[in-house]
């Protein structure tokens, strides 16, 4: 069965912190994902990564980095955390291609007072 | 770019009834997916059509694409308060690795 791990389910952090959200996955699939869910502005990516090492920027990635060492571990990073970040956070992967359903963690609740 | 749209935005129906979620493209669509979020969780992967005209079913959970591949639609027969959540379509957009995702349908089940 698939499965893609994210490290926390909940996380309350302070304005100005490095934040590391990790997201483990065992399919051996070569795309990664991180999205942010937010009411009323629905699922947003903020990076991908088609590959170790490779990482491609989303549609909102100010604010945050990457890292992709091996393959089946993505971490998301928020260099300096600020309150507008508090969100859902959530990991997907799938494999290349068109036509490859992504397969989603559970998500981290982020909070950053 | 490419936007999908659902319908309704939220559904609530008495145990027992029927349901349907529409899921509607600006473009052709190559590969439509149908989640399933329960409230405060990630996305549960449903099911995925390819072809026009193409439906498939998952328990009492059936989805179709139209001829032309710009629409789904999502149908629950009988539903059941374990269906509550929120459904979202998403697809492959064109020309790109990304995903597209509707803006998802919330629907409450009441027992």
């Known amino acids: 069965d698939v499965k893609v791990t994210q490290s926390s389910r909940y996380l309350v952090k302070r304005t100005g912190e490095k934040v590391f959200l990790e997201c483990v996955q065992d399919?051996?699939?070569?795309?990664m994902f991180w999205y942010r869910q937010d009411p009323g502005l629905g699922l947003r990516l903020i990076y991908f990564?088609?590959?170790?090492?490779?990482?491609e920027k989303g549609d909102i990635p100010e604010g945050y980095s990457v890292s992709r060492e091996k393959k089946e571990r993505f971490s998301l990073i928020l260099e300096s955390a600020s309150t507008n970040q508090t969100s859902m956070y959530l990991c997907?992967?799938?494999?290349?291609?068109?036509?490859?359903?992504?397969?989603f963690g559970d998500g981290t609740r982020l909070s950053i007072l | 770019s490419q936007e999908l749209e659902q319908s309704p935005q939220s559904l609530i129906v008495q145990e027992g009834k029927n349901l349907t979620i529409n899921c509607t493209s600006s473009?052709?669509?190559?590969?439509l997916y149908w989640y399933k979020q329960k409230y405060g969780e990630g996305l549960i992967f449903l099911m995925m059509?390819?072809?026009?005209?193409e439906e498939k079913s998952h328990e009492k959970i059936t989805a179709k694409l139209d001829e032309k591949k710009q629409q789904s639609s999502l149908h629950i027969t009988a539903s059941q308060p374990s269906h509550a959540g929120i459904y979202l379509c998403g697809a492959d957009s064109s020309g790109t690795y990304k995903y597209i995702f509707g803006t998802g349908t919330r629907l409450k089940v009441l027992a």
């Open positions: 997907a992967s799938s494999s290349p291609g068109r036509n490859q359903p992504q397969h």
């Open positions: 990564s088609y590959d170790v090492k490779m990482k």
């Open positions: 059509l390819q072809k026009g005209g």
């Open positions: 473009k052709t669509l190559y590969g």
């Open positions: 399919m051996d699939h070569e795309n």
